[in-house]
């Protein structure tokens, strides 16, 4: 490492790596806000590899995340890192590892998952 660092490499790789990983965080928040964005809040990270995305309690979110797994799509429990002592739900989505594509297509799907899981309100 000191190596690399001496030879001034680390900083045009900080500036790649800052790029592809702001263009990843880049598409997981616009795909989130189309495709999700009525049944999630989130704010861009500042510095990380995860989006923290609450999900709206309109949604079951306990089958909701079945049904994702069973369909591929992975992400932790948001309200395990958290500490969250109430009963709003979190995901803590990471796009580090996956293609642009991947993001796309599995927030599309889970946007889809989410409308899918909506609670039905009791006739009055």
């Given at each position: 490492m000191a190596?690399?660092?001496d030879e001034g490499?680390?900083?045009?790789?900080?500036?790649?790596?800052n790029k592809v990983y702001g263009r990843k965080a880049n598409v997981a928040?616009?795909?989130?806000?189309?495709?999700?964005?009525?049944?999630?809040?989130?704010?861009?990270?500042?510095?990380?590899?995860?989006?923290?995305v609450e999900i709206?309690?309109?949604?079951?979110?306990?089958?909701?995340?079945?049904q994702a797994a069973k369909e591929g799509i992975f992400f932790r429990p948001g309200e395990r890192f958290a500490g969250v002592k109430d009963d709003r739900k979190f995901l803590r989505l990471s796009y580090g590892h996956v293609s642009e594509k991947?993001?796309?297509?599995?927030?599309?799907r889970l946007g889809a998952i989410l409308r899918e899981n909506v609670r039905?309100?009791?006739a009055e």
């Open positions: 190596d690399f660092m490499l680390l900083e045009p790789h900080l500036e790649r790596a928040a616009q795909t989130l806000r189309e495709h999700c964005g009525e049944f999630v809040k989130f704010r861009m990270p500042q510095g990380s590899f995860y989006i923290w709206d309690d309109r949604v079951d979110w306990d089958a909701a995340s079945a991947i993001i796309a297509d599995g927030l599309a039905r309100q009791a």
